[in-house]
């Protein structure tokens, strides 16, 4: 289902959004993604994103690897200093506040890059290429097991091929 976002709050531009079930979600090649936060969203997704078919989790890095010790799967941890790996996609589940100097670090990169925040709009990413939003309606815990399937999960992306 799409349908357009009227108003924000972030301006006047409408821009496409589209609603899909994280359970639905298949790939049809192998698709690479790092993964770059150490809170409760970024510990739920790399799980999820380890037992995925047709995902491949690339990395996980976080400003204090350190915290991404405990993390499930194998995939290689690092600090935000350390060259990204090649993906096809950045996925942002940082802070808020963060979102901006993060990705100003993947500036030139031809991954996607999507942040995780119902509160930022898009343009945060403004300085990368390719970008989009990626926001499930669902609080996360590192102490409470949920499953993402029927999650709803709100997508937004600069480019409609992105949405794809």
């Known amino acids: 289902m799409k349908r357009q976002c009227k108003n924000s709050g972030f301006g006047a531009q409408s821009s496409p959004i589209s609603q899909i079930n ?4 298949y790939f049809s090649t192998v698709i690479r993604i790092l ?3 150490s809170g409760n969203l970024a510990y739920r997704l790399s799980g999820a994103l380890e037992q995925s078919k047709g995902v491949r989790l690339v990395g996980l890095r ?3 690897p350190e915290k991404l010790s405990g993390f499930p799967g194998a995939a290689p941890r690092s600090g935000l200093d350390e060259p990204a790996p090649d993906a096809d996609i950045c996925l942002l589940a940082v802070a808020d506040r963060a979102i901006g100097d993060v990705a100003a670090g993947l500036k030139g990169s031809p991954a996607l890059v999507v942040h995780c925040s119902g509160a930022q709009p898009l343009a945060t990413l403004k300085g990368t290429s390719r970008h989009g939003v990626f926001y499930s309606l669902q609080t996360f815990s590192r102490d409470r097991e949920v499953s993402l399937a029927g999650i709803p999960v709100l997508t937004e992306a600069g480019r409609p091929e992105d949405l794809a």
């Open 22 to 25: 994280i359970s639905d979600v």
């Open 35 to 37: 993964l770059i936060g």
């Open 62 to 64: 976080a400003r204090d």
